[in-house]
């Protein structure tokens, strides 16, 4: 996977402000809003060789994977394709990384079949209004809020979708009819009719599925080309690359004339994919309001139908990275012109574009107008593609996304981890926008309670000494009074203790009030409470509160020595005139 980048924007530079129209017509800041002019002028012949090569490459990659992801979608194969070019033609103009590709998705498609209800019209409208939502995100740098979304609620949810779309799939590959979209149903009709195989699509999914598994094989153990070897053995190597990589299409291809040897006969074994909507598709707004046989239904009632899936949807659209949030929202919004349905970054034709050797985003040009011209002259004949082959292709797709060693790593990191991983991972079997919801309570609550009792380092002697492992924040104020309260006042006699406050770099008010007690009961008691390690943050605060009798000095050991009465040490106080002249300086700047 590629880096995770969730911040949209850096703070404003000092001075930034001073000349704004300056810094708006830079070159830099031309190219950081169309970065196609930050590659375009130094295009060359040699760029434009590896481009085609992985362009195409990735083309062979996605049209049988649209096909097979409007399946899982619900919607006609056409929509697959639909959704597979507009991405490749933004994406060239504001394509900030050469390797990423966008495009229809198995677990976007997924969630469109969830809050769709298999309606071409609500697709359209999903991918329009979640396009509109990741813009106004991207422009309001929201990108923070995804930040509350952990690793364990992705690689749950993830888990979760790999398992329901590959099961989703048996009964294609099996050849079962009426078998219920919903998970659990699924799983109980799927068995229950397992008896009614069709011989012929299992056996042909199986054989598609190992044909897959080897050509992947056989692509991952190629070895790399060097310039030292004999034509012969290049050209040799080149073709195992080019069979290996274009898995998909072969395989289909393969399944598809299979079939129609079959459909000449007279004799039919497969469930076929069915007729595909010639053409390239029309230019026309998103569908404000859709024709039933019981009427019309509005925009409004069309919201509330899909519901979740107008956060879910762009939401888990921008997991990978926010700061691509406005070349995704913009390939929504125009994809719903031509009826595309929710699209995201693909990482399996990523990777493929990567391994091509690609150099800019003009490789997205040749897959788009591969995709274009399969519209225009391909789609009578996909008609013979039998639905067992495009799930043997989805099932393959699938599989990798499920990371079984997530669960080893985390119960030998943190285990802890495990809790909202799992929850994520059981809730979106039953609903997606659930099991992300509670996953992300979990981990706030987790994160919220090690603030709230952050862990302490206590070494205990004739004076205490208690250094917090992280910041100090409201939340923390009780569990802090109550660590010196039983181990310092509540002891017989009661000993004086030492705040380290090293690891501490903000304070709050609510903090400034709870030390200010805490001074107090020390002073009460007839013992000294003293601070160490004092950054500038903090000591701005304490001087902004006129905190009183609170001393504090440079090093422990200057605190011990003074708490124990030795003699040649003095605290100093939180007064301007008492501290010290270097943090004067740094207070002051």
Known sequence: ?????????????????????????????????????????????????????????????????????????????????????????????????????????????????????????????????????????????????????????????????????????????????????????????????????????????????????????????????????????????????????????????????????????GYQPFVLTGKTTEGLPPVRIPPFSVTTANGTVSFTEMVQDMGAGLAVVPLVGLLESIAVAK??????????????????????????????GVCTPAGGLVTGVLVLLSLDYLTSLFCYIPKSALAAVIITAVAPLFDTRIFRTLWRVKRLDLLPLCLTFLLCFWEVQYGILAGTLVSVLILLHSVARPKMQVSEGPVLVLQPASGLHFPAVEALREAFLTRALEASPPRCAVLECTHVCSIDYTVVLGLEELVGDFHRHGVSLAFVGLQVPVLRVLLSADLKGVQYFSTLEEAEKYLRQEPGTQPYNVSEDSVPEHKIALLKA
């Open 327 to 356: 070349s995704f929202g913009l390939t929504n919004v125009l994809g719903s012109l031509v009826s595309s349905y929710p699209v995201t970054g693909s990482f399996g034709r990523t990777a493929v574009n990567a391994q091509s």
């Open 1 to 265: 996977m590629p880096s995770s980048v969730k911040a949209l924007g850096q703070a404003r530079p000092p001075g930034a402000s001073m000349a704004p129209q300056a810094h708006c017509c830079s070159p830099a800041a031309v190219q950081r809003r169309l970065p196609i002019l930050a590659w375009l002028p130094d295009y060359s012949l040699q760029w434009l060789k590896m481009d085609f090569i992985a362009g195409l490459s990735v083309g062979l990659t996605v049209i049988p994977q649209a096909l097979a992801y409007a399946e899982v979608a619900g919607l006609p194969p056409q929509y697959g394709l639909y959704s597979a070019f507009t991405g490749c033609f933004v994406y060239f103009f504001l394509g900030t990384s050469r390797d990423v590709t966008l495009g229809p998705t198995a677990i976007m498609s997924l969630l469109v079949s969830f809050y769709t209800f298999h309606e071409p019209a609500y697709a359209v409208l999903l991918a329009f209004l979640s396009g509109c939502i990741q813009l106004a995100m991207g422009f309001l740098r929201l990108g923070f809020l995804l930040d509350f979304i952990s690793c364990p609620i992705i690689k749950g949810f993830t888990s979760a979708a790999t398992i329901t779309i590959g099961f989703g799939q048996i009964k294609n590959l099996l050849g079962l009819q009426d078998i219920p979209r919903q998970f659990l149903l699924q799983v109980y009709q799927t068995f229950r009719k397992v008896g009614e195989t069709r011989v012929g699509d299992a056996v042909l999914g199986l054989v598609c599925m190992v044909l897959l598994l080897v050509l992947k094989l056989m692509r991952d153990h190629v070895p790399p080309v060097h310039p030292e070897m004999p034509p012969g053995v290049r050209l040799s190597h080149g073709l195992v690359w080019t069979a290996t990589t274009a898995r998909n299409a072969l395989v289909v291809s393969f399944a598809a004339l299979v079939a129609y040897s079959f459909e000449v006969t």
